[in-house]
């Protein structure tokens, strides 16, 4: 019987996976469903096993099956791992997902897996966090907090031994920055990865139960952990591990506030200090990282810190898993060291935009991220050479926009967003932003090609309505409404959200409304120059 | 299901699940799968089985996008207003969307046979516009998948 391999991934489900797969289960094969490669102009994609190894057909749909298994179908790609777009990547955390049954303990053994738990468990925790201090893994959730130093914290801090009470690892898999997907691929492709690397750090601190925080607009995400997590339970022992799913709050993604949901409250950020590290989950000790942060560690343990940490750039040590998304014409995850340029990201590897037209925008780490223009695309991979251009890397997403994008109306989104998100807690987030919403819609109906706001009031709608009764709320002919008067009170305001908000949802909203103002003042009806830099 | 019947199904829940307070969004989660929204005569019953007050249950039930305080439509179809999918041509296929379903953004159709929701990001940023369609993901959203989606939803 033919061996054929089709991914389950939510992504490859979309572009019509389960219909490729049931079209080979009918035709006599026995279909192994896999994570996604990671290539989504290639999928729908089968992989059929031959005598030369896996053959790679896609993108292909149900009724090409017979072509397929004949050899003879147009779309052959061969031994995908050797495609230009996965040749070129480092693959330390994603190195299974696209090959292996997400489900089968046996793919994840035979590849390598469990060998970093064994490693971890044979050493003391202390060795356990040197190592990934070693690595010089950074928090992979956007901040970019070394890792090891936040085990210290967890580990130095009394637990049960010293009679405290327990601690807890809590796993950030709250992914709702648009123009990111790693961590539901990670999820859904290598669970048993995002586990090993939970039950190291539980050895590591002294913790014997955790959180898996899953955002409810992943179901394939939820479900597949919670069927991981059963299955892995006696390996990982006396570890116990639990899903929780979020609740649409994009919020819930700030660490504070997702350790209140979990808790069962009003999903809002609490006031550092104290760290979660040290008064975390019901106040105890808590570890929470990001998933990509906790699915690199296995990696680590089991080829070494040194391993890790050889590639990368500067202080960012080892690879990101980069998301290429929006407008982009191969679009997917490339998992590569840090340094590599924006420009190579996004033209060489992600062959510049998907509609062919030249790309005039990217958005950098979702919604709290900067827009760059194509002038600023030899700015390297890096933590620091991005908050030093006035932006973040965040989750390593990529948002391509063509030359159709009006970045007015881009700005006015992430003001929108931010009212819509915002946790209500502090004051320049939570007014900020609807007044915010006010100025960018005054400056597009005084730059002259108006543009009316498509969705102005939509959202209102959709919420209740308290945004729609919020906007406007403030006497309009008192208001100096022209170009020069609402930019620089849009400035303003920008300046009291990024250092008067409590947390990053306020204070980098900013970002992406600045930047659009300094790299594309023609859309705000000023002249077209580049000034500037963002700050 | 009446009001009844859904209070013994909170209090089973409960019982099977426990009651500590970190249980509320799961079992508000359960509530709306089982019911298919939280209606408000409820929370008292919830506050009651997991000790909390009805101001504090409110407070959440009210927080969270996701939780309903009145019944949806037979089918329901979120669509992703977020940036990735905004670059693909969102914005348009959000207006073609409410006109093709005869539906407003965030609204249930007067026949109650749909509800349009947005969403901001269904993690597959790199194949938009997408969709939740019943909760199956729907990719590179057009003209043509739009009519898929109008004739699915009439049934």
Not at chain 1, 291 to 300: E, K, R, W
Not at chain 1, 462 to 490: E, F, H, M
């Amino acid at each position: 019987m033919t061996r054929v391999f089709i991914s389950r991934d939510m992504a490859s489900v979309a572009l019509g996976a389960d219909d490729l797969a049931r079209a080979f289960a009918d035709a006599g094969c026995e279909v192994v469903r896999t994570g996604s490669r990671g290539l989504f102009s290639i999928e729908p994609l089968v992989e059929v096993e031959t005598a030369e190894g896996r053959i790679g057909y896609g993108p292909v749909g149900p009724g090409d099956v017979r072509a397929i298994l004949d050899g003879t179908h147009p779309n052959r790609l061969g031994d995908v791992a050797a495609l230009p777009f996965f040749a070129a990547q480092q693959r330390f955390t994603f190195a299974r997902c696209g090959i292996v049954d997400p489900l089968s303990l046996a793919d994840y053994a035979a590849h390598g897996g469990w060998t970093g738990l064994d490693i971890a468990r044979s050493a003391e925790p202390q060795a356990v966090v040197d190592t990934v201090k070693a690595s010089g893994l950074r928090g992979r959730g956007g901040a970019g907090f070394p890792t090891g130093i936040k085990w210290q914290t967890v580990l130095d801090a009394p637990g049960q031994k010293e009679g405290r009470g327990p601690k807890y690892i809590v796993c950030n898999a709250d992914e709702g920055d648009s123009g990111t997907f790693a961590d539901r691929m990670l999820m859904e492709g290598d669970p048993f990865c995002l586990i090993e690397g939970m039950a190291i750090a539980a050895h590591a601190v002294g913790a014997a139960h955790g959180y898996i925080y899953i955002r409810s607009e992943y179901p394939y995400a939820i479900r597949t952990m919670r069927d991981a997590i059963a299955l892995s339970a006696g390996r990982i022992a006396p570890f116990t591990l639990e899903v929780r799913a979020g609740a649409g709050a994009y919020v819930c993604g700030e660490e504070t506030a997702l350790l209140d949901s979990i808790e069962g409250k009003r999903g809002q950020v609490r006031a550092k200090p104290p760290l979660p590290a040290l008064a975390g989950l019901f106040g105890k000790p808590t570890v929470i990282n990001n998933v990509l942060s906790l699915a690199a560690v296995p990696f680590i343990l089991s080829e070494g810190a040194e391993a890790y940490a050889t590639v990368g750039f500067g202080r960012s040590r080892g690879t990101m898993p980069v998301q290429l998304a929006g407008n982009v014409k191969h679009g997917g995850l490339f998992e590569v060291g840090f340094g590599i340029t924006l420009g190579e990201l996004v033209n060489d590897i992600g062959g510049g935009t998907a509609s062919g037209r030249p790309v005039r925008a990217v958005q950098v780490g979702g919604p709290l991220g900067a827009y760059f223009p194509p002038s600023m695309f030899d700015l390297p991979f890096d933590y620091e050479a991005f908050t030093a251009a006035g932006g973040l890397i965040g989750h390593a997403g990529i948002t391509v926009f063509d030359d159709s994008v009006d970045m007015a109306h881009m700005a006015r989104f992430a003001m929108e967003f931010c009212a819509v998100e915002s946790c209500g807690k502090c004051t320049p987030c939570r007014i900020g932003s609807t007044r915010g919403v006010e100025i960018v819609d005054r400056i597009i109906a005084a730059r002259g090609h108006a543009v009316v706001p498509a969705q102005a009031g939509a959202m209102g709608g959709a919420q209740g309505g308290y945004l729609g009764k919020a906007l406007y709320s403030r006497a309009p002919d008192r208001i100096d409404v022209s170009l020069g008067a609402q930019t620089a009170l849009l400035r303003d305001l920008c300046d009291t959200m990024k250092y008067g908000s409590l947390c990053a949802l306020g204070g980098f909203t900013p970002y992406p409304v600045l930047s659009a103002l300094d790299y594309f003042p023609e859309d705000f009806g000023a002249p077209a120059s580049v000034t500037e830099a963002a700050e | 299901m009446g009001l009844e019947e859904a209070k013994a199904f909170v209090d089973d829940w409960v019982q099977r699940e426990g009651a500590g307070r970190d249980q509320l969004l799961p079992l508000l989660h359960a509530v709306q799968d089982e019911i298919g929204y939280i209606d408000d005569t409820l929370i008292p019953a919830i506050a009651a089985a997991l000790n909390l007050s009805r101001a504090d249950v409110h407070g959440v039930l009210t927080f969270y996008h996701d939780y309903r305080r009145q019944p949806a439509g037979r089918h329901i179809v979120k669509l992703c207003r977020a940036e990735s999918c905004q670059a693909r041509g969102g914005a348009v296929i959000e207006a073609a969307a409410a006109e093709r379903l005869g539906v407003a953004m965030g609204e249930t159709r007067r026949d109650g046979q749909v509800t349009l929701e947005p969403v901001y990001c269904l993690g597959l940023c790199a194949i938009g516009p997408n969709a939740l369609v019943d909760g199956r993901p729907v990719a590179r959203i057009d003209a043509t998948t739009l009519d898929r989606i109008a004739i699915e939803i009439a049934a």
